[in-house]
């Protein structure tokens, strides 16, 4: 897994009792890198012992709300964000991108354990070797950000 290879990247945390239940909500605009940053975010939420759920939204600025939709029912502990936003020859690309880490942002700050993986990349060249799980993994990374996540809130929940 080579989120987890990368030079300073952090050892993926051990949880303690139950293990942690993640939501992935992924934008599946791009089939093949939706499904490769899936299958990445996978494979490190398994390592680390996690159990979760995915769900599909039309896009990357739905990516947010599906998520705080999901909290306020409960049940999750984490998410994981993963589309991407290829870009264009229009504002929209700039749009897109900049009001889904704002959400995602927002959230985070209310206290949600989040993992960031949409992409925004150039062009699908960039996509592919970014959501590779054997090449950048940005899919692991993500899942990764939020299990640390995970286990800081249960941290400094004593």
Known sequence: MASTEQE???P?????????NILLVVAPFYRKIADDL???AAATLKTAGATFDVIE???ALEIPPAIRMAHKRG?????????????GETYHFELVC???GRGLTLLGLEGLAIGNGILTPEDMAQAVVRADPSEMDK???AAAAALHLVALARRFAG
């Open 8 to 10: 300073g990247a952090l």
């Open 98 to 100: 900049n009001e889904s």
């Open 139 to 141: 899919g692991g990374g």
């Open 12 to 20: 993926l945390p051990t949880f303690e009792g139950f293990a942690p």
């Open 57 to 59: 939204v039309p896009g």
């Open 75 to 87: 049940g999750y502990e984490g998410y994981v964000a993963l589309g991407c936003i290829i870009r």
């Open 38 to 40: 899936i299958a990445g």
